[in-house]
């Protein structure tokens, strides 16, 4: 069974056993078998999905890539991509939406107008169901050309970068005034046309390979940076925060104690992601 049938047996199996799909299940739980999935299958395919998960940034036998004849497409949108996020300033590109950027590019010439095979490969992967890649989670922006009102985002000092209103920035003073000083954002709304570039730029650096750069990054569309998530770190921890290391820094000790604090990619989650320390989960709250 290759492993994106796998995960959407298991997914099936999870469902079938009347427990809420996509929860965030540790893999130290028992977790239900698939029906008509023999055990050892069932736990050599498990094993088999962790071990990718935790090698994440390495490419493995059954992952998907772009077609051969299409990576000069993906890498010319990588390229404009690029060009429109400079030529907009890197705060207003994590706002930007996508028939904004489109009209951006039209008149600049430095950015250049998108080309119809450009926008056609950009369409696909927006509506392409993630879990062809491996990347189960939920889909919670279902239109490409979803925009976000400046109004409703507020932008965070000496960060770059913008939380929500509301929720969001109300959870983000709590960390703050928990956490201390040493807590600081570093990543907050991620609209669709940032999340294009992220994504589309991971797969590029690595062949095309989609599966290796959802295992990192959710496809356009997936992440719940573009309607209420964001990222923490500690100070002065650079890259480091964007790796399990995170663990060990003051800051996340201090948010493990907080019972308000969600994760939104957990240790051995089934979502088809590596384990997120550092990602705070918004919405939905838990009970």
């Not at 770059?160 to 929720?167: A, H, K, P």
């Not at 964001?230 to 019972?259: A, I, P, S």
């Amino acid at each position: 069974m290759k492993r994106r049938d796998f995960i959407k047996a298991v997914t099936a199996g999870v469902i079938l056993s009347g427990v809420p799909p996509f929860s965030l299940v540790s893999a130290n739980q028992l977790l239900p078998r698939p029906q008509g999935l023999a055990q050892s299958s069932f736990d050599s395919n498990i094993k088999d999905y962790l071990h990718k998960m935790q090698d994440f940034d390495q490419s493995h036998p059954d992952d998907i890539y772009v077609e051969k004849e299409l990576l000069p497409v993906l890498r010319s949108c990588v390229s404009r991509l690029k060009r429109l996020e400079l030529m907009v300033g890197h705060g207003n590109f994590y706002l930007l939406g996508f028939d904004d950027g489109l009209a951006i590019a039209r008149y600049y010439p430095e950015v250049g107008e998108f080309t119809k095979k450009e926008l056609g490969f950009l369409e696909r992967i927006f509506y392409t169901d993630s879990s062809v890649y491996g990347f189960i989670g939920e889909k919670p922006i279902d239109k490409m050309t979803l925009r976000i009102d400046k109004n409703d985002a507020v932008k965070i000092p000496h960060t770059g970068n913008y939380v929500y209103r509301g929720i969001s920035h109300e959870i983000y003073k709590k960390l703050k005034n928990s956490a201390g000083d040493k807590l600081y954002l570093t990543s907050g709304i991620r609209g669709v046309v940032k999340q294009f570039l992220l994504f589309l730029h991971k797969a590029e650096t690595n062949r095309g390979n989609l599966s290796l750069a959802s295992r990192s990054l959710a496809p356009p569309g997936y992440s719940f940076h573009g309607i209420a998530d964001f990222d923490v770190g500690q100070m002065g921890y650079g890259v480091l925060n964007f790796t399990e290391r995170f663990t060990t820094t003051e800051v996340f000790k201090k948010l493990e104690d907080l019972e308000y604090v969600s994760l939104r990619y957990t240790e051995g989650n089934l979502k088809g992601v590596r384990f997120e320390p550092w990602h705070i989960k918004v919405f939905p709250r838990e009970e």
